[in-house]
């Protein structure tokens, strides 16, 4: 919450000084420190903050594993190796 009403002030600030033009870095100012937030945070979590817009979260935990309803195979690809079947629910 501090965090929404610090970009709040500095964002008032800047239309007050710059008029209309001032909303174009309050809004670049509110998406910067949202940005930082966010990946503070995912770093708190252990997801890491190193790829890019989205690096900690896709990709992290080696990709989707799927488990067949039909004979409960775990597997990776689309259509269950043992049994044919495409009926099949994600494991994270």
Same mark, same amino acid.
């Given at each position: 919450?501090?965090?929404?009403?610090?970009?709040?002030?500095?964002? /008032? /600030?800047?239309?007050?000084? /710059?008029?209309?033009?001032? /909303?174009?870095?309050?809004?670049?100012?509110?998406?910067?420190?949202?940005?930082?937030?966010?990946?503070?945070?995912?770093?708190?979590?252990?997801?890491?903050?190193?790829?890019?817009?989205?690096?900690?979260?896709?990709?992290?935990?080696?990709?989707?594993?799927?488990?067949?309803?039909?004979?409960?195979?775990?597997? *990776?690809?689309?259509?269950?190796?043992?049994?044919?079947? *495409?009926?099949?629910?994600?494991?994270?």
């Amino acid at each position: 919450m501090a965090w929404i009403m610090v970009s709040l002030a500095i964002s /008032l /600030l800047f239309t007050m000084w /710059l008029g209309l033009w001032g /909303l174009i870095p309050a809004i670049a100012i509110f998406i910067g420190i949202s940005y930082y937030m966010r990946r503070r945070m995912m770093a708190r979590m252990g997801m890491g903050g190193g790829g890019g817009g989205f690096g900690g979260m896709l990709g992290a935990g080696g990709g989707i594993n799927y488990i067949c309803i039909a004979c409960g195979h775990r597997f *990776k690809g689309g259509a269950c190796p043992r049994c044919g079947s *495409k009926m099949r629910r994600a494991d994270f």
